[in-house]
């Protein structure tokens, strides 16, 4: 009979990094994915150019939301496959907001390039923590916490994102409530809201019910 602390750590190490086993593990995307990522491109095709991304000296379209998100996961960059990490950029027009909003898999360390904003998240004692920030500071958002980022200037925002998982997760509490069929008297019942108010946020995130 297997030992139930044999069994776990298998199950650990099962579901560790590829890289915990050689140097890396370029992401074969042709390939499916499992609950441990994508398998490895054969190790003879493998170049520089796999480990090189270019994407994120191009800003966002912020014409119509105001705010714009770049996402450098393993699809777009398969030399994170099981490195446990991703990256992303995010601009912000002037007024521009991203809403409260977790990422249920990752820690997340956002620096600011350009423009100034106004940054926070909400602890599990719903203490809130939050300050303005300005270009070269840095600020973390621990893993599943609520968070937001809103440009607090005059002029456009450029931030780069690091997060501690190359798939964070993302889960806009907007969107969560109100972009889908969620029946409104349900909403009312575990929000206080009222359900003209509920109707009318529906219609403009598109939900139902």
């Known amino acids: 009979m297997i030992s139930p602390i044999i069994f776990t750590v298998s199950l650990l190490l099962s579901s560790a990094c590829h890289a915990a086993v050689q140097d890396f593990c370029v ?14 491109k054969k190790l003879e095709t493998v170049t520089v150019n796999d480990f090189v991304y270019s994407g994120l000296g191009v800003a966002g379209n912020t014409s119509k939301l105001k705010v714009a998100v770049t996402w450098v ?9 099981g490195l446990g990490i991703s990256l992303a ?5 002037v007024g521009g907001v991203f809403p409260i909003h977790t990422h249920p898999r990752a820690t997340e360390a956002i620096i600011v390039s350009e423009g100034k904003i106004t940054a926070g998240f909400v ?16 600020m973390i958002f621990p893993q599943g916490l609520p968070h937001f ?11 780069f994102v690091s997060f501690s998982s190359e798939n964070p997760g993302l889960q806009v509490l907007d969107y969560s409530l109100f972009s889908n069929d969620f029946p409104s008297e349900l909403v009312a019942a575990t929000t206080f809201l009222d359900i003209p108010q ?8 598109g939900g139902t019910g």
Do not use: H, W
């Not at 992401?27 to 490895?40: E, F, R």
């Not at 602890?123 to 840095?138: A, E, I, M, R, W």
């Not at 509920?198 to 995130?205: P, T, V």
């Open 123 to 138: 602890s599990s004692t719903n203490t809130v923590y939050y300050k303005t920030l300005k270009q070269g500071d840095v």
């Open 89 to 93: 950029r995010a601009d912000l027009a």
């Open 149 to 159: 980022v809103m440009n607090a200037g005059a002029t456009p925002v450029q931030i």
């Open 27 to 40: 992401a074969d995307l042709t390939a499916p994915q499992s609950l441990v990522g994508y398998a490895c």
């Open 198 to 205: 509920i109707k009318k946020l529906k219609a403009f995130f």
């Open 73 to 81: 996961t393993v699809p777009e960059f398969p030399a994170l496959n």
